[in-house]
């Protein structure tokens, strides 16, 4: 599959656009925004990852006849077609205009502001809710995984989930993603073609377990590959599997080669690196490294190295990171904030309503901006509406007006940077690798209090003042 499919959406997307056509409102101008209402993994951010994929998605958008065939096939009730005919020959010629803004790959992001926003003709940007909210908001949460595992180790952490990934595209995004976040490598080589990143891996138990001996499968490998082994010591017994690898060690040392390093991937991860350390260092062979794997995550790694001493050099994480194990969606949302019918000469905002009060949205031309201090520490986010300019940099919390925010005293910086224009992806998204170094220096703007992993503090997220009286208006106006 690639990222061309225009009927990677909801039906419903159709019907309304259909809908729309018929009675003339694909004539008006619509601004959606993009948010998530909760940081996910309990944490205190998330970081922004998808823009890329999105500018492909849009790059390649166009219905063929294969697609316009398709819906034409579809059926109602009754036994009729779902759709007219004529809307599907409109569709043919369709061509995106949409303005879409993003937060930068790699950037920090908390909940409730606006990460996305896509403004155009109103059946454009109903019709591309579900595609870009499902690459953003995937991505974004396996980064931010991949965020809090790397931000507990200094240790090189490899990404190893493709096996468990939720089919061969979530496996190559995630993948992408991973090391968006934070991760030095991948196992999926499809990624690593596909995305420019370093792949990396050792060998299975089932390589072991084809040869009579362990030895003899150490020995093989290590001929074929003299200059990137990494064995698996734990088939049998992983403190006879390292001997085992000792001497394998030691004869690549004769014949001028090094052995690169052991992987464990089962037991007592604490015990058995501290035991392997020893055993290595003491034949010799400090340079070789311990890698370990096994149902990792960042709480594991954590407790490895900060409570139990473990002696590990890298670790491989698979299936609670490809698949966001603990959270398996990050909950974004995608909602209309303002309109503009072709007679108007300016928007109208408006706002959804509920009896949950955290399901009511914004109105406006949404964006936001953060502030630091003069050491480039992140000191809030100001959502506001761009039909409304700030007239102050106070933030308001509008669950609690009491707690407010003057940021006069600091500079800013807008979140959502231009990724497209009139329905063409312009300059200045950046591969995997900028994209991960862009994740390592915006990581440390943000105060350690809102990365750490249990009980993190709430980072200041607020509402510009004019955003939040205009939402109480329409607000009251609705009720």
Known sequence: ???????????????????AWQSGKDKVEASFYAHFRKNPFEGGYAVACGAASIAEFIEKFTFTDDDLNYLESLPAQGGTRLFDPAFLKSLK??????????????????????????????????????????LLGYQTLIATKAARICHVTKKPVAEFGLRRAHGPNGGNLASRAAFVGGCSSTSNVHAGMLYNIP????????????????????????????????LLVDTYDALKGTQNAITVAKEMRAR????????????????LSISIRKMLDEAGCAEVRIIATNNLDEHTIL???AEQGASI???????????????????????????????AHEYTTVLKTSEQSFKS?????????????????AMGDMVYDQLMPPASHLIIDPSDRLRQKDLSNYTYKELLFPLVRGGRAVAGVPDATVAQAHTRANMQTIPLSNRRLLNPHSYPVGLEQQLLENRDKLLRSAR
């Open 1 to 19: 599959m690639t990222l061309r499919e225009p009927l990677l959406t909801d039906l419903y997307q159709f019907t309304m656009a259909q809908a």
């Open 93 to 134: 010629d369709w061509e995106l205009s949409v303005d879409i803004d993003c937060a930068e790959e790699g950037t920090v992001v908390f909940a409730q502001e606006p990460v996305m926003r896509v403004s155009g003709p109103l059946s454009q940007c109903m019709l591309l809710e579900t595609p870009l909210i499902n």
């Open 199 to 230: 792949v990396s891996g050792t060998h299975s138990h089932a390589w072991v377990m084809a040869f009579d001996s362990e030895l003899e499968a150490f020995r093989a490998y290590v001929q074929s590959f003299p200059h990137n082994a990494v």
């Open 256 to 271: 001028g080669e090094e052995l690169s390093g052991i992987r464990i991937d089962s037991g007592d991860l604490a015990w």
């Open 303 to 305: 407790s490895l190295e």
């Open 313 to 343: 050099d890298s670790w491989g994480v698979g299936t609670n990171l490809a698949v966001a194990f603990d959270q398996p969606a990050l909950g974004m949302v995608y909602k209309l904030s303002a309109i503009k019918s072709p007679e």
């Open 361 to 377: 949205t914004l109105p406006g031309i949404l964006s936001s901006r953060r502030y630091y201090d003069s050491n480039g520490f």
